[in-house]
């Protein structure tokens, strides 16, 4: 039985997919269609249909000429694909395991300059070294770098399709494109069983020397080099368990408001705010919360973002002094030496209490890196993973902020049309001012690292 029903080429302009493609074709057995799902092209320039079908028909229904291409290729059938095609069809092929995928990369700088070229020169390929078109072209560093950003993008979708789908892919650099040993090795990973002796030479390098040769302002290199995060150390890795939607915690008013409150959130003053516009509707599975949705077209939806610090002290009176969390009271007891009151009882002095948060914060901090080995309650989690956990189900329309929660629920009403409320004052605040020193700002950055980062939290007391 064969390995694969088909193949995919996952590539970009000017890493050599063209070269590729003609190596794959001398294979017999082997048939690699172009471009297929390119929005301007059917394959291959002038081509106006393709298995009887044009490129209005494939627009429409993308899928039905990836069936065709299937049914009717005598051999193995595939096809070249770039991040800006019609992204319809990888639905079709990323989680088919009977689809291979072969990923073709290049040094983004040098596909970037060699597209700048046959820009200039409208040669995109060369067969014969007489017909060379050479220019030197100006490096637009916005513009490298947005081409950097949106092939990192693809191939980080890719990766992560092939991950959680259980797959791996054949991966090809430019400089193995040279290669028959390698083209040979791609030939095997396909299951075909005929190989090449000799590569394909119609088609010529355009561009060879060095990058700096090819430039009119060789110095934005430098520029360009410096912006780019080449190791990827800005990058902070998350290990985070992913969250559900949280639907079961919406609550929705009648006037077309809907809160998916975080959790040691200000969640008080909205669910007070929604009873006095009338009935509160709560308990929601998606498919109820759907069919609200449709009730009250119109509606907004939103949750309110509070100080990393604020929200872990929050946490940590409900779940530990109040003892809520029985079981995350004994580790903090019996694995991080906490001194805890009975559940209830107030700290003896507040140098006792800020020195039990200390340890809570710490404990957060390994939770929230997937260290603990225990499941991680919404309480303590990241607001960065809730707020992603909501967007699983649908974005929100509004993010507000605590500190400027007046004006964030006036804005609200406005657009509903309903009285805006005026919160009174926070309770948790003047518990944290109680206890608060430098100790606990460094520990909640590091414990909350995300948060502080990702929605611009500063200092909570600067």
Not at 407 to 429: F, I, K, N, Q, Y
């Amino acid at each position: 039985m064969p390995r694969f029903h088909s193949f995919v080429v996952f590539a970009e302009m000017r890493t050599g997919s063209n070269l590729l493609e003609a190596n794959l074709n001398a294979l017999p057995g082997v048939v690699s269609h172009g471009e297929v799902f390119n929005r301007y092209i059917l394959g291959r320039k002038d081509r106006t249909e393709l298995f009887g079908i044009t490129m209005e028909e494939r627009d429409r229904d993308p899928g039905r000429l990836l069936r065709k291409l299937r049914e009717e290729t005598e051999g193995l059938p595939g096809f070249r694909f770039f991040h800006d095609h019609d992204l319809r069809i990888l639905d079709e092929v990323l989680p088919d395991p009977g689809c291979a995928k072969i990923v073709l990369t290049r040094n983004p700088l040098e596909s970037y300059v060699s597209w700048k070229i046959a820009q200039a020169t409208d040669q995109w390929k060369l067969t014969h070294p007489k017909r060379l078109k050479t220019a030197k072209v100006r490096f637009d560093v916005p513009e490298f770098l947005a081409h950097l950003r949106d092939i990192q993008a693809f191939q980080l979708l890719i990766l992560n399709a092939l991950q959680t789908a259980g797959q791996t892919a054949f991966y090809l650099d430019y400089e193995d494109l040279g290669s028959l040993e390698v083209v040979n090795g791609l030939a095997a990973f396909l299951g075909v069983e005929a190989r090449l002796k000799s590569l394909d030479d119609t088609l010529k390098k355009q561009n060879p020397g060095p990058i700096e040769d090819k430039l009119e302002n060789p110095e934005a290199l430098a520029e360009a080099v410096a912006a780019v995060d080449v190791f990827n150390l800005g990058r902070t890795p998350s290990f985070e368990p992913r969250r559900a939607a949280g639907v079961p915690t919406a609550l929705a008013s009648e006037a077309g408001l809907l809160f998916l409150p975080i959790r040691s959130g200000p969640e008080t003053p909205i669910r007070d705010w929604f009873a006095s516009l009338g009935a509160v509707t709560e308990g929601f599975e998606q498919k109820s919360l759907r069919q609200w949705k449709r009730r009250h077209p119109g509606h907004r939806s939103f949750t309110v973002l509070r100080h990393p610090l604020l929200r872990a002290h929050a946490a940590f009176r409900c779940k530990i002094v109040m003892g809520e969390a029985q079981d995350l009271r004994r580790i903090l007891i019996n694995g991080f030496l906490a001194e805890l009151q009975p559940p209830g009882a107030p700290f003896p002095t507040p140098e006792a209490e800020r020195a039990a948060f200390l340890i809570f914060l710490h404990y957060c901090r390994l939770a929230v890196a997937g260290q603990t080995g225990a499941r991680v309650d919404p309480s303590l989690c990241s607001q960065t993973a809730l707020v992603q956990g909501f967007a699983g189900f649908q974005p929100l329309d509004h993010l507000l902020r605590e500190d400027r929660l007046t004006e964030g629920l006036a804005h609200l009403a406005a657009e509903v049309g309903v009285a805006a409320p005026r919160p009174g004052p926070d309770p948790a605040v003047t518990d944290l001012e109680s206890i608060w020193d430098e100790s606990l700002e460094t520990a909640a950055a590091e414990a909350y690292a995300r948060d502080y980062m990702g929605f611009g939290f500063a200092r909570w007391r600067g």
